[in-house]
Every structure is written in structure tokens, then in C-alpha cells.
């Protein structure tokens, strides 16, 4: 006999991503940068996938202004690392943020 078994959506995952994401000092927001209709368009800011039991994660973010971006970007990645692995028990596959605009 095995032990409780735990499902967990990607959408559930996709909110903590987001929300780690957004404790990083420095984001500003997850989701696009520039115009607002421009998001009307462009795909989800954060995409979760889950193959052969990895969570590949892709986001976009935007930063505040005066912050270096790939100190920034690898502190974001970190946190959803540990967000994955730590919190849901997940084994993380790959984390893709994308910088998509600077501004508050």
C-alpha cells in the first residue's frame, strides 16, 4: 500500500511562481511590459508545463528602474526554484524569465 498521493494544477503552480517572482526586490510586476493592449495579445506571463515529471516555468517580468538584470533575473530564478522544490515538492525542469519591460 502506497501513501496519500498529492496533485497539484498548473495553475496553482503558475500563482506561486508568480507570487515568488513578485517578492524579489526589484520586479516591479510579472507580466508584459509597454501599452496595456499590448498584453491583450501576447501570451500569459506565466506558462508551466510539466513533462516526465519536470515543471519547466517560463515568465515575464518588469523591472524597476536602477536594478542590473542578470543579478535580478538569477534572484528571480532562485526563488521559483525554491517556490518548486521546496514548497510543492516538485522537481524543477527549467526557469525562463524573461525581461519584458523597466518602469514601476
Do not use: C, K, N, Y
Amino acid at each position: 500500500m502506497s501513501g496519500p498521493e498529492l496533485t497539484v494544477g498548473r495553475g496553482v503552480i503558475a500563482e506561486l511562481v508568480r507570487l515568488a517572482a513578485f517578492e524579489v526586490p526589484g520586479v516591479a510586476r510579472v507580466g508584459h511590459g509597454g501599452p496595456t493592449w499590448r498584453g491583450w495579445f501576447a501570451p500569459a506571463p506565466v506558462s508551466v508545463r510539466v513533462r516526465d515529471d519536470h515543471v519547466m516555468v517560463r515568465l515575464r517580468i518588469v523591472v524597476r528602474p536602477g536594478f542590473e538584470l542578470g543579478p535580478l533575473t538569477a534572484q528571480v530564478r532562485t526563488a521559483v526554484a525554491a517556490t518548486v522544490e521546496r514548497l510543492l515538492g516538485l522537481d524543477l525542469g527549467a526557469v525562463t524569465v524573461i525581461v519584458d519591460g523597466v518602469g514601476g
